[in-house]
């Protein structure tokens, strides 16, 4: 196993991960943005407004979003038990 091959696959394994959680991410930033900007317009200052309507916001976007984010991951999966004979030798 040479140190190029680990250095691809634990750049593969990051670029992976952040394909995967990008999205929810990013809509639970915008979510969080969109309620942040209520808040100050409207003058409630109530910490705990945010929180619902981001969990809510990651749900419907994990059940949007969930088959592409499993295809990425099986194929992530499927590629290092294809190069499987790398590690080993």
Do not use: H, R
Not at 32 to 47: K, W
Not at 82 to 89: C, P
């Amino acid at each position: 196993m040479s140190s190029e091959f680990v250095l691809a696959l634990a750049q593969k394994g990051i670029y992976t991960i952040l394909l995967v959680c990008g999205p929810l991410l990013i809509l639970a930033l915008a979510v969080g943005l969109l309620v942040s900007i209520f808040q100050a317009t409207t003058q409630i200052q109530e910490q705990t407004l945010a929180f619902i309507p981001k969990i809510v916001a990651v749900f419907v976007g994990l059940i949007f979003f969930g088959p592409w984010m499993l295809t990425k991951m099986v194929e992530f999966t499927a590629d290092i038990f294809q190069n499987l004979n790398q590690f080993v030798g």
